[in-house]
Nanobody
Framework: QVQLVESGGGSVQAGGSLRLSCTNS????????MGWFRQVPGKEREFVAA????????SYTDSVKGRFTISRENAKNTLYLEMSSLKAEDTAVYYC?????????????????????WGQGTQVTVSS
């Protein structure tokens, strides 16, 4: 059974930085494409960033391009989201998600429905 655990959330002032981590247990991390999503109360969960199983391909939603960086360390079974120049509108609960893919897959997945496993979420609050 796969378990994803996020950490690194917190409160920061606008313009600040945070790094989120997501640790994968129970399955070989390198067989999964990974993604970050976020959700604010009353709104649907939205795509933030995605990365292929090898880390060679990434994708971002327009609102975070140039400010957020997704990366992974397969040897540590860990996914990261480096967030800088944070804005109040980045305030949300951030979730990591994993999708089991075949060997050699370079795909990234932007749709919430594509993912097989989810973490419990970590709160990020940006004050202006």
């Amino acid at each position: 059974q796969v378990q994803l655990v996020e950490s690194g959330g917190g409160s920061v002032q606008a313009g600040g930085s945070l790094r989120l981590s997501c640790t994968n247990s129970g399955r070989t991390f390198s067989t999964t494409a990974m993604g970050w999503f976020r959700q604010v109360p009353g709104k649907e969960r939205e795509f933030v960033a995605a990365i292929s199983r090898s880390g060679g391909r990434t994708s971002y939603t327009d609102s975070v391009k140039g400010r957020f960086t997704i990366s992974r360390e397969n040897a540590k079974n860990t996914l990261y989201l480096e967030m800088s120049s944070l804005k109040a509108e980045d305030t949300a609960v951030y979730y990591c998600a994993g999708k089991v893919v075949g060997s050699g897959s370079g795909m990234v997945y932007l749709s919430e429905s594509a993912y097989d496993y989810w973490g419990q979420g970590t709160q990020v609050t940006v004050s202006s």
